[in-house]
Structures are given as C-alpha cells and as structure tokens.
C-alpha cells in the first residue's frame, strides 16, 4: 500500500477521538450482552450490576461513544475541507481527555453508587434533571457535556469561517449545533407530566431522527466523495434533497411520540402521517450511496470503507426507516407502544445509521492517520468479514426482538380480557430472548474482529510499508 501524509496536521486529533469511540463502544456491546443475559438469568451480576443499572450503562455509552466519534469526524473532515487548520488542536485535544473522564467517572459512578445516592450527592435537589431514560447523567455531568459541546462547536465552527465553506461542512454544523442546542431540554425538568415527556422527546426524537440525521448525510457525503471521487457538485444535490425531506419528516414526525401522552388527537393524524414520510429521506439516502459508487471515477483502494459507507445507506433504511414503519401508524402503535418491537426498531436504526456511519469514517481515516492511504488487502478483508459478522448478528437480534414483539402484543396487549400479565408474557418470549444472545454474541465477534484488524499486516502478495512510515497522531 501507498504511504500517505494528512493534508494538515491538526486532523490527527481525530484519531484520539476514534481510539477513545472504539472502546466505549466495544464497553457498551459487553454491557449490552450482560443485559440481553439478565433477562434470561434474572438476579445475574446482582448486586453488583442490577438490571436498571446495566441498563443505563449500555444506553449511556452508546450516547457518548457516537458523540466522540462524530467530533473525531468532524476534526478530521472539516479542515479538509475548509482547506485550513484546526483553529486549535490543543483544545481539540485537552476537550477530548475532558469528555472522557467526565464519561468514565460518570459511568463509575452509575456502577459504585446508589443512583438515589448519586443524584443526591450531585445537586439533584437544586436542579432535578436525573431519571429520565438516556437522561440519566448527574447535574455535573450535563453542564460538563454542555461545556464540552460549546467548546467543540466553537473550534469548528472558527475553522469554517476562516477557510473554505462547502455544503458539507455547512450540513454537519447545522446537526452539531443543533444536537447541542436540543441538548438543553435535558435541563428543563416541568411536573406537568404531559410537558415532561414532549421535552424528553425534543431531546431523544430531535437527536436521532433530526439533527443526528444532518449530521449523518455530511460524513456519508465526505466518504462518497473521497473513495469514488464523483463530483461535489453531484453529491451536493442528493445531499440537499436529502437533509430537506430528513428535517420536514423528522420534526415533523415527533408526533408519533405524542399520540397517547395526553396531547390533542391531531398528533395522531399528524404523527402518523409523517412518520410514515421518515422512510423515504433513508430510501434516498440508499439510492444515493448505491448511485455514486456506480458513477465512481475511481477504484479507491480502501474498498472496506465503501463496503461500510454503502452498508450505513442499505441497514439505515431498513432500521430507521421499514422497522419504523411497521409500528409508526397510530392505530399499529397502540399495541406495539414500548414492546419488544420498539426495541428491534432501535437497535437497527441505531447500528444501520449511527453506528455504521462513524465506522465509515473511521475505516476511510485510520489508515491515512496511521501513514497509508489504506489498509492491507489482508486486513480489509478481516474488515469486511466483521462487517458482515457484525450485520448478521445484528439482523439475528433484530428478527429475535421482532418474533418477541409480535407474540408479547398478540398475548398481553389484543386481548380485551383475559390478557396475559407482563411477567407472564415474558416468560413465553424466553426462546426469542436466547435467539437475542446469540445475536448480541455474534456482533461481539464481529466487533472484535474489526479491532483485530487493526493490527493485521500486509499479506505474503503484498508490499509492506517501509520502516518508520507510519505517521503518529
């Protein structure tokens, strides 16, 4: 393989970023493991992790490994193209080792004190904002990510205004300030139930089905144009088309959530009918992905990151938006509300969208940040077979929830007497719950084999890097 050299120095903050993602998230797989355990062994790890806790751990990371994944992108992409350097790398890095001992201590926490305990000790009383789902950090913690998220938007947005502006670093602004200024609803904390939950979902809904979507269409957009080397101004267009109908579905959209919450009965109407729009921006998305790779000017050699850039388009389209689908229509939505389908919905949304998303990128930039344009063929196949490993075991855990969700509505939530008590169901859905490990089980391996090809050389047909050319971040 080539050697390759950045184009400019401050982006290898990015691989701090993407070294710090890769562990949380291989934490939040072995977390969501034990969860998927404890389902089945109900007092597994107990005292020591109970379920509630294990829960919010899993969630938790999931969160704050995206976040650092997405700065690691934006730190590398955008002085790429702004055509200039980071504004300041030294707070890019000094950020960086803020975000995660704020996250490591905030995770310790959860896992060492009672979580009453915590929320007590950390100003809960003066400003209650703990114990809502995904909501759950300490009042430090949310101001720390507060300071964090203004400081990263600060140095990125300088980079912007003195270099170049392009459509995609113009889209990928709007979704990071955007995510941080929806960010704030964690803080507001009304009685009124009804207002409660319609804040929660400004920050839940608005996160992963509005900005995050912004967010997502720049890096898919910077990866395309990198490994197939269509002409901006093409991906442009499709990127535009695709934001627009993202933003006007998805804001649109956070109706679905209102439809039993006590708001007025046109949320069902509205809800429903553009919930039922959300799968096309993903649909187009795919077209996209599948469209520049066919007009592609190039044979790019890192091959593993067009497998994984493709990849995000297909699974995000079959996650956020068909496994959204099937239970987004208000009538459909009164029975499957928080079941085992709710679950297989999130799961492949979060993997087909977020997660394949950031691995794209980091794929694409690792090898250039470690000195060659890409990676080994031997290594990129070890790449590509954890991208199937990881999909496949994905697809088992999805069908899995699926099977569960469907039995668990016909059993406890169609009957008008004689329903089956939650418990009860759940013992019948024990077999989907087996099916849901091996799942859990198989992406593991496949997130461990793509960690393992980090370190796989080149094969006995292929030309090694000379000595000392690896470039350190």
Known sequence: MKPATLKFKSQSVARLYFTGALALFVGQIVFGVLLGLQYLIGDLAFPFVPFNIARMVHTNLLIVWLLMGFMGSAYYLVPEEAETELWSPKLAVALFWIFLAAGAATILGYLLVPYATLASATGNDLLATMGREFLEQPLPTKLGIVVVA???????????????????????????????????????????????????????????????????????????????????????????????????????????????????????????????????????????????????????????????????????????????????????????????VTAAHGHLAFYGAY????????????????????????????????FWIMTIGMGVMVLALTGAGILQVWLQRMPSEGAMSFMATQDQLRFFYWVRIAGGVMFLAGLLTYLASFFIGAGADEDELPAGSLQAA
């Open 150 to 340: 203004l400081a990263f938007l600060f140095n990125i947005s300088m980079t912007v205004l003195k270099g170049r502006k392009t459509a995609i670093t113009l889209v990928l602004l709007m979704g990071l300030w955007g995510l941080a200024l929806m960010f704030l609803f964690s803080f507001v904390n009304p009685s009124n139930l009804v207002r409660d939950k319609m804040y929660w979902w400004f920050v839940v809904h608005l996160w992963v089905e509005g900005t995050w979507e912004l967010i997502l269409g720049g890096l898919l957009a910077f990866v395309l144009i990198k490994t197939t080397g269509v002409d901006r101004e093409v991906i442009d267009k499709w990127l535009y088309l695709i934001i627009t109908m993202a933003l006007v579905t998805g804001i649109l959209g956070t109706g679905h959530h209102f439809f039993f919450i006590g708001l007025p009965g046109y949320w069902q109407w509205v809800g429903s009918v553009f919930s039922a729009l959300e799968p096309v921006p993903f649909f187009m998305m795919t077209l996209f992905a599948f469209n520049m790779v066919q007009r592609r000017k190039r044979e790019h050699p890192n091959q593993a990151a067009v497998l994984w850039a493709v990849g995000c388009a297909v699974m995000g389209f079959l996650g956020a938006g068909l496994w959204g689908f099937i239970h987004t229509l208000s009538p459909v939505n009164y029975y499957t509300h928080g079941t085992q």
């Open 355 to 386: 997660v394949l998303v950031v691995i794209a990128m980091i794929s694409y930039a690792m090898p250039i940040l470690r000195g060659r344009e890409a990676n080994s063929r031997r290594a990129q196949g070890f790449e590509m077979w954890s």
